[in-house]
């Protein structure tokens, strides 16, 4: 008897253990449900990511980087020749800036001098050494712009990118959470009632 009583509450100690294990929800199979957690977790502590926060085609984009070492490589590649940029350009940009600024300055201050024949002179002068300037920068000032118009370039290709790569994950998503008309419907059903029931009070 002992024996019986003994395995009947093993069994029923068993059997409440396996009905309070926590139920672990299901793994969802696209990148836009993990987005949140994931940005939130291990890539939000990237601070090379933390700038593209807030924006749900990045996060998504992100999700995706997280597990494919190619697209981390072009992500680090494009973010590196982005920095360059800047880096290459830099010193020719502050000598022909500079430049520039003498030549206004000058043509500003030779606007005092109050000797016409002077002033005439010394504004040929100004202008002949900035129009030999210019030309001799010429091919510099070019590749200075078309390096530009490539980092805008480069910049644009990679949203287009990034939102092409991401458009099956929202399409995925849609799939995964179909919306039906069947819970809207019953709750019109309920404020109707409700709205009738008030028209009937009196």
Same mark, same amino acid.
């Given at each position: 008897m002992k024996k019986i009583l003994f395995a009947s509450i093993l069994a029923l100690s068993l059997f409440s253990c396996s009905e309070n294990k926590p139920q672990h929800a299901p793994v969802v199979e696209n990148a836009v449900d993990n987005a949140e957690s994931s940005v939130s977790g291990a890539i939000k502590k990237n601070t090379r990511y933390s700038s593209r926060e807030g924006n749900l085609v990045q996060e998504i984009y992100l999700e995706l %980087?997280?597990?494919?070492? /190619?697209?981390?490589?072009?992500?680090?590649? &494009?973010e590196n020749i982005q920095k360059e940029t800047e880096t290459s350009i830099s010193e020719y940009d502050d000598v022909i800036q500079k430049s520039e600024?003498?030549?206004?300055?000058?043509?500003?201050?030779?606007?005092? %001098?109050?000797?016409?024949? /002077?002033?005439?002179?010394?504004?040929?002068? &100004?202008?002949?050494s900035a129009e030999k300037y210019d030309v001799k920068t010429q091919t510099i000032r070019d590749l200075i712009a078309k390096i530009k118009a490539n980092r805008t370039t480069l910049h644009d290709q990679y949203l287009v990118f990034k939102i092409r790569k991401t458009l099956p994950e929202i399409e995925k998503y849609q799939k995964a959470h179909p919306l039906k008309t069947d819970s809207l419907n019953q709750f019109i059903s309920k404020q109707n009632k409700l709205l009738q029931e008030l028209k009937n009070l009196k």
């Open positions: %980087i997280k597990n494919d070492k /190619t697209l981390q490589d072009l992500d680090l590649r &494009i600024t003498y030549y206004n300055d000058a043509t500003v201050l030779s606007g005092s %001098i109050t000797d016409s024949i /002077t002033k005439k002179q010394i504004e040929k002068e &100004i202008k002949a």
